[in-house]
């Protein structure tokens, strides 16, 4: 498995004790939001680039990606994020960049990340995992919920993985 139920049953157990989760990744963006206190659900080790399609502009990556990584694949291929998020630290993730929502400045010429972010697959709080959303542009019937994922700060799910 890709390490995403173990931090399902992390979850559960949390919720079925009624105990707080502190969602960390590399730390980079720790100081961002509001602190909160509870024992650590550690993302960092939840990594990797899960499907990568050049010719269809789409990458799928986990949370814990390391942006440098991501960008690395990307360059290889001819191509670039079309959002420049900041890097705070050389450990900066992909779910961080996601979850704090911050585009960067090419922001006002190419769009936010929320522009981007094609789908996603989540935690819920009660240990669940969802999917919402797809890997191609035309793929959203009803709301979509991957979008209101970006700059949520891990408050409506932990993210696991982001196309």
């Known amino acids: 498995m890709d390490g995403a139920y173990d931090l399902a049953q992390q979850v559960a157990a949390a919720y079925a004790a009624k ?5 960390t990744g590399a730390g980079s963006r720790g100081f961002l939001g509001n602190r909160v206190a509870g024992q650590a659900l550690a993302l960092a ?35 670039m994020l079309a959002f420049e998020p900041p890097r705070f630290a050389a450990t900066s993730t992909l779910g961080g960049a996601i979850a704090s929502g911050l585009s960067g400045p090419r922001r006002a010429y190419c769009g936010a990340v929320r522009d981007f972010v094609l789908g996603c697959r989540l935690l819920n709080g009660r240990g669940e995992i969802l999917s919402f959303g797809g890997q191609v542009m035309k793929n959203v019937a009803g709301y979509d919920v991957s979008r209101l994922m970006v700059g949520a700060y891990g408050t ?8």
């Open 156 to 163: 409506l799910g932990v993210l696991l993985d982001i196309s």
């Open 45 to 79: 080790a939840h990594r990797g680039i899960t499907a990568y399609e050049p010719g269809e502009l789409c990458i799928t990556a986990r949370a814990g990606t390391p942006l440098h990584e991501i960008e690395t694949e990307l360059n290889a291929a001819g191509q």
């Open 19 to 23: 105990a707080p989760l502190a969602i």
